[in-house]
């Protein structure tokens, strides 16, 4: 081999242990910035062939440089996404993924990975979320991410100061994982047996319940608000729903699920957002394109 292709040939080596090592804290930004695996993958891919054609002798610090890529990429993936979210057949939750083996997705906190969290930052412009994202979950200086942004350091502590204020106004108080867990287990032996009553002392008066499937066969189009009315559908879904079906405990961005099988081919994945108030939202995922995604997470 000559000496010119054996130089190229380990830079590229360097090249891709740098970003191997660095793929979990990039892709957990791009995932918390999307609420989505699929188009997290799709970023990181074009981050890897941008870093590959670039003239890496330049960059003095390849973390600070494939974050910054990773980031405005996503932005400009979340700035698109807003038109397909509206085309979307149905409510859209976040695409899940398995977070028992890393439980922070890379990052230095879990800060915005539970589903409902995710949810809220989609109220966010994309440029506020990257900002709180790279803040709030993976702890970056204010300069670095005023770099990342292209705005002043004055803005970027703007810019998370603001998306903090208005994701505290509008979140729950939260309550731990093995509440959590509880909760759900009580919420599937009331839901399992059609107990309305057991329900609605289980839900908050604002419960929702939203089933995203995309069009599919059998998913709501549309979310159910309030204790009663979810309550009563759920006991009258019962006969058809339960009857049969094996659960499967998962954890489903840090908090528990379970899937349930509703036939030889077709599994529902279910969990809930709680406070102490009670349960918040009931999260049906039945999209077998996210379900997909999922089953990859946890490397079946």
Not at 102 to 124: I, K, Q, V
Not at 166 to 187: G, N, S, W, Y
Not at 248 to 263: D, I, Q, S
Not at 275 to 281: A, L, Q, T
């Amino acid at each position: 081999m000559h000496v010119g292709s054996l130089k190229q040939a380990n830079a590229l080596e360097r090249a891709a242990s740098a970003f191997v090592e660095l793929r979990p804290r990039l892709f957990g930004i791009a995932y918390r910035m999307l609420g989505s695996a699929v188009e997290a993958e799709d970023v990181l891919q074009e981050v890897w062939l941008r870093w590959q054609n670039t003239d890496r002798s330049t960059v003095e610090n390849p973390s600070a440089f494939l974050a910054l890529i990773t980031t405005r990429l996503a932005i400009n993936v979340a700035q698109s996404a807003r038109s397909r979210r509206e085309a979307y057949i149905g409510p859209w939750l976040p695409e899940p993924v398995d977070t028992s083996m890393d439980p922070t997705l890379g990052a230095e906190r879990g800060e915005a990975l539970e589903l409902a969290f995710l949810l809220l930052l989609e109220r966010l412009t994309p440029t506020e979320r990257a900002a709180y994202v790279l803040r709030e979950a993976f702890v970056y200086p204010y300069p670095q991410i005023a770099e990342i942004l292209q705005v002043s350091t004055v803005n970027a502590r703007q810019l998370v100061s603001r998306a903090r204020k208005r994701l505290t106004a509008a979140r729950r108080e939260p309550i731990d994982k093995t509440e959590h867990r509880r909760l759900l287990a009580v919420f599937l032996d009331a839901a399992q047996t059609g107990n309305i009553a057991a329900l609605e002392d289980l839900f908050a008066e604002d419960v929702v319940s939203s089933s995203d499937g995309n069009g599919i066969r059998g998913a709501a189009r549309f979310p159910l608000l309030g204790s009663a009315r979810v309550a009563k559908f759920l006991a009258a879904y019962a006969p058809r729903f339960w009857p049969g079906a094996k659960l499967t405990w998962v954890e489903v961005n840090g908090r528990a699920g379970v899937l349930v099988p509703r036939n030889r081919t077709e599994v529902t994945l279910l969990t809930i957002e709680a406070s102490p108030e009670g349960i918040h939202h009931v999260m049906w995922i039945v999209n077998p394109a996210k379900l997909g995604a999922y089953d990859r997470s946890r490397g079946s």
